[in-house]
């Protein structure tokens, strides 16, 4: 539609389908994506449907050992980058992502890039990268909403980074589909849920809505949307508190490991973002390979031995979310709502439980190989 000069008309249903009859010869769910991010599409879109689907999926793959080894490199040391990369090709979320050639190992490409830079203490370059990833709003206001809230060094930086780029993609979006688009994508946004084949399923979401669909097979009522937001401002609460408990455990131990705290924190607020997220699909938890990586990561650095009942628990769910048998059931019983069980539970575990956090120093802590 953008090669035709028809991005005024990008957030038309009709004309949408009449697109999706004539290249794909049938009619399925809608693009529901900001402007911005259609131009990207068109690095692809020169090319016959099927070789650009090989293109993108090239690409995917691509960026997911980019992150693999960017990933390995700044927090995953001594592993492999080549190891990590086929236990994320092998994450059944990624596989999901490049078989229908969505954008989640985009974002998580974003996601790592902004990790790193925060890490090095570079919060205008991560501002950049999330705002990058706006793609997928959802998930990434919620990740610049507790970063900016707890990041003290790097806010005005991250703040800033993040305002002049979502501006930036603003401008390409009002390029792309003019002025109109400021009032017509919202309410297109709105008002999809009335659209046939429109892909809003709260039985396929592995997040706070998708748990309140699936223990009372009701979406929408008043009381779900209030259940749901008080899980997620609990759930936002604790988020903050655990990066108060690293930042406090990076003062009484200032030779530490503050890594390990940083790694530990952030991996628990990609976990928040999953569970608020109001929309979630199943190939959005590629996001989960982060924090998974993470977790595990600092698991292996500060586990005791013999690891305690508590431990095994959380490391029990990481199997249970990494491992193909959960996600390929879930999907063939069209119930993915209930992997939000075990998302949660891992959420708990990390960030409010405190299974994996030594009781002693990270310095002190004692390291099992292997």
Known sequence: MLADGLGSQLY???????????????????????PFEAALYLAVAWLPLRYAYLLWSFLSMALTAASAILLT???????????????????????????????????????????????????????????????????????????????????????????????????????ISGWSVLTLYPNFLLHFHEQPLGGIAPGGMANFRGLAYFLFHRDGDHWIIAAVSILS???????????????????????????YEFDLAFANTVLFALLVSYHLNPHDLALLLLSILLLLHCARVQTQHPPRPAQWMTFSLMGILFLPPLHLWALTARAYDIVGIPVFLLFLTSAVLKLIAPTTSPGKATTIQG
């Open 233 to 259: 401002l609990a759930a936002l609460l604790t988020t903050l508190r655990g990066w108060k408990h690293a930042q406090k455990e990076f003062r009484q131990e200032p030779s530490g490991n503050v890594n």
């Open 12 to 34: 038309d249903a009709d004309v949408q389908r009449q697109y999706q009859a004539r290249y794909a010869g049938r009619v399925g769910t809608l693009y529901t994506h900001p």
């Open 73 to 175: 490199r700044e927090a995953l040391s001594p592993w492999s980058w080549r190891v990590v990369l086929v236990a994320s090709l092998t994450f059944v979320p990624s596989l999901v992502c490049v078989i229908q050639g969505q954008d989640s190992l985009l974002l998580l490409w974003f996601v790592v890039l902004a990790f790193t830079a925060l890490r090095r203490g570079r919060g205008f370059a991560a501002g950049c990268w999330l705002a990058l990833g706006l793609f997928k709003f959802q998930l990434v206001l919620p990740l610049v909403l507790v970063l900016v809230l707890t990041q003290r060094s790097s806010r005005a930086g991250l703040a800033k980074g993040f305002s002049l780029t979502a501006l930036a993609l603003a401008g390409v979006s009002v390029a």
